[in-house]
């Protein structure tokens, strides 16, 4: 464990980060959870104390330190919006840019959404705010190893091409794609790149010396920094071991929407800035922006599904309200494969953290550490606390348990690891083509290069390799079955006798696997290709936060 810190006046909870009983109750989580390293900082207006735990990197052992610097994730959508503000307060070089402007008459070539009315309506305020009537499209876009990456601009462009599933404003839906969208606007408006003016406006002014967009800005300044770079990990129950996965994650293509590199030291001074409203950051009137809540995340939720003395949760702009015995708390958590982190404090209390974790289940720490906190804060009677332990064990158990029923029933009617079709495998191999998905090749391989525990009768599947995405993936198709139903027929929009239905197992590159449903349709007898015929189309439901809309790829030609 290393510590270091300045006191504060809020004393209590400012010195319990220094204690040997805060230091064994953190490394208990991380045993229990199975989190390899995890640096806290708490602070207030005035001061910060900090501590760290665990190994930032395992293969050659590197303790986790202060200055351990993390991948962000979507923690960094404060800044975005925080940029955004920026362009909204400064009306001598910005007098069109309103939290109320048309994201169309400000990118009138590049903002373009497949709904007219949206297109012309969404303002700055609706895509920070997820109020696009768009889903979350994450697997759509191209990493830097494609052979054509994205960039802000071509994700900007791309829009035009997926599907939205709600009108605009009614419904809250996540979309990383829109923070992404906002920095395009940041440097079509300024002329300069992000990075730049996140450094010139937030970082250099706050003193954040170990704060760069992307890794690669980390490396460039030499193994001083890139030596401090937290590896990520992923626990393997089934080996009992973890997967590390050594380099953190290069997303230009997804600037805005995370990619911060940062250390707890330095991100707690971004912290210290929004706690106190420091208006040499910010006007006063952005910090009211900012923090001012549009839309209700969980309004279906009742009383016992969400936390104890714990209000719905509300989305303002690259943060998040909610209100906890009373008292309001401002957040925003950010996730990749094998690191997380979290951001949050309380503005009437003037007392906040930052917590950020190599391991995937250190939101689930942060998460208790950060309760825990706010109860000595607010000086919550023993009686009268919630075990924030006990209770994430029970939350995480019970979803273990819902994941699973839900698993079982994508299975449908057949099970998952036979064919029940007299189609070829090969009938459904080939290119396919969608113009915000781009390309996908099927083809067929081994069962044995499926990536989960279960058992495998067959001898091949029909499989995608889409390890080029920004959100890299393999796809393995399981369960073929003809469809002879009308109903299911209806349902996907295919032909009764003509189509066939499957799941796929949609494999991350930390071997996490979601079962989603798959249809193949051969409407017209299917195209001629040489012998035999093929499919002409599929879709395949891979906007997985939006269960069974399927995205659908044409055939096309290699």
Known sequence: MQQTGVPGHKSQPMDELLSEGFASHVNDLLRTWHVPGLSIAVFNKQSTRTAAFGHARLDHPVPATLDTVYDMASTSKSFTAAA?????????????????????????????????????????????????????HDLSYMSIRAAQPDTAQSVTQSLRHLPMNAPLRTAYQYNNMMYTVATHLVETLTEQSFASFLHKNFFRPLGMTSTF??????????????????????WKPATQSYLTLPIPVEQPEGQGAGSIQSSVVDFAKWGQALLRRDTNILPEKIYDDLFTPRIILDPESTVDEREPFTSYELYCLGLSVRFYRGHRIIEHDGSITGVQSLLCFLPEDDFGMVICGNGDNAAIIAHILAMQLF???????????????????????????????????????ADARYNATDWPLSAFTGMFVHPGYKTIIIDIVPSSRKSSDEGDQEQEKLHIDALDRSEPFEAFFEGLRDVRDDEEAEKWEVEKGNAVICTADIVDDGGEVLSVWAVFDFRGKGISEGEGERARRVGIALCVSKGNMLIWFDRGKR
Not at 104 to 130: C, G, K, M
Not at 215 to 234: I, N, W
């Open 375 to 413: 109860d000595d804060v607010l000086s919550i009677p023993e009686p009268g606390r919630v075990d924030w332990g006990r209770r994430a064990v029970e939350v995480t158990e019970r979803g273990a348990r819902e994941a699973a029923e839900e698993g079982a029933e994508s299975k449908g009617d």
């Open 84 to 136: 955004i503000g920026k362009l909204v307060a400064d009306d001598d070089h910005h007098p069109n840019v309103a939290w109320t402007a048309k994201m169309s008459v400000l990118l009138p070539d590049d903002f373009v959404l497949p709904d007219a009315y949206a297109t012309q309506h969404t303002t700055v305020e609706d895509i920070l705010s997820h109020l696009t009537g768009m889903p979350g």
């Open 213 to 234: 967009l992307q890794p690669s800005a980390v490396y460039a300044t030499g193994e001083a920094y890139s030596s401090r770079l937290a590896h990520r990990h992923v």
